[in-house]
């Protein structure tokens, strides 16, 4: 309980430990958390802000924080890979409860030597993005608190959703999961009451509000499905069977990551005949262009169209 207390001016109320508690298998009345907190600002520097409804618990400012007993220097650097690369992926309630153990393993990792191996750790890997690499949009932070309080509890929400070229609007949704995919912070709801599932981008929430109503999730719905239909590639969840003939220096690195396990390749004079079933997405005609004169789209004949209408008129904005 004290763990999710935060420090002043920052507060909580007796109903939201509750919650919080429950969610670590706490089984507690709201009555027990308001006896026990008055207990334990007996013991320590806690401080109750009964100015206004509903009340709230802080740590007063000065209070010392609680640390991670006996933080070693593995765990420290695991805390700070964590912080790098999850942050965004992590419920709020999570990252506020992290946020003191993050700034120990910061303060474990700077003490070191600068010759100690797991230290030094930090400076010998990365994460690259494959494509072209772009500045993620600025995400609302009361928002992106609200959205993932919503998703940890199953419980639906009403936002203001501004899509790209139309006015901003209101809908209830349910939310059902969320994706990192490149910059781009994606979430997978019902709206309204609607069977079918949507993609909303997280920075386009411009208000968002948790309501008592519980999540109702569609029969069957699976994030890993989803996402192996191509979902993320922004297509309708539909596959096709892709031939197509690449140049050895294009091709070749198919051998070592393949598109699909179905995946054949058939050498024939100085090209690689490739053959795959793959999602049919919008994703894999831009992969596809990628590769300029290096592939030619044998199959299917609609995609190999697509292809040639596209690589027609760029050429028109080229030639003189």
């Known amino acids: 309980m004290l763990r999710q207390i935060p420090r002043y001016p920052g507060k909580i109320s007796a109903r939201e430990l509750k919650d919080k508690l429950e969610l670590d298998q706490f089984k507690v009345s709201k009555r027990t958390v308001e006896r026990d907190l008055q207990e334990l600002s007996l013991k320590f520097p806690l401080t109750l802000d009964d100015r206004d409804k509903p009340y709230g618990w802080s740590w007063q400012k000065d209070a010392a924080a609680f640390d991670l007993p006996g933080l070693g220097h593995h765990e420290a650097l695991m805390l700070k890979l964590v912080q790098a690369h999850l942050k965004n992926m992590l419920p709020a309630s999570t990252l506020e409860v992290m946020t003191p153990y993050f700034s120990s393993a910061e303060k474990r990792l700077k003490s070191m030597t600068s ?42 929400l009403k936002i203001t959703y501004h899509a790209r070229g139309r006015e901003a609007n209101q809908y209830r949704i349910h939310p059902l999961a969320l994706i990192q995919r490149g910059a781009i912070t994606y979430l997978f709801v019902r709206i309204n ?17 948790i309501l008592h109503e519980s999540v109702i999730k569609p029969e069957g719905f699976n994030i890993d499905a989803e996402i192996s ?42 090209a690689l005949m490739v053959t795959a079933t ?43």
């Open 193 to 209: 009451d609607f069977e079918d599932t949507r993609l909303l981008s997280l920075h386009r929430i411009q208000e968002a509000e």
């Open 229 to 270: 239909s191509g979902r993320m590639g922004y297509g309708e969840g539909k596959s096709l069977k892709l031939v197509a003939k690449f140049t050895p220096e294009a091709g070749d690195h198919l051998y070592e990551t393949p598109l699909s396990l179905d995946q054949t390749i058939v050498k024939e004079d100085d």
């Open 115 to 156: 010759d100690n191996k797991v230290s030094s750790w930090q400076n010998k890997v990365r994460s690259v993005a494959a494509t072209q690499p772009l500045l993620a949009p600025l995400i609302n932070e009361a928002v992106q608190t609200k959205v993932t309080q919503a998703l940890l509890l199953d419980r639906q």
């Open 278 to 320: 793959v999602a049919d997405t919008p994703q894999l005609v831009w992969w596809l262009l990628g590769f300029g004169g290096g592939v030619e789209v044998l199959a299917p004949a609609a995609l190999r169209s697509e292809i040639a209408e596209t690589l027609s008129k760029a050429a028109k904005k080229y030639l003189l």
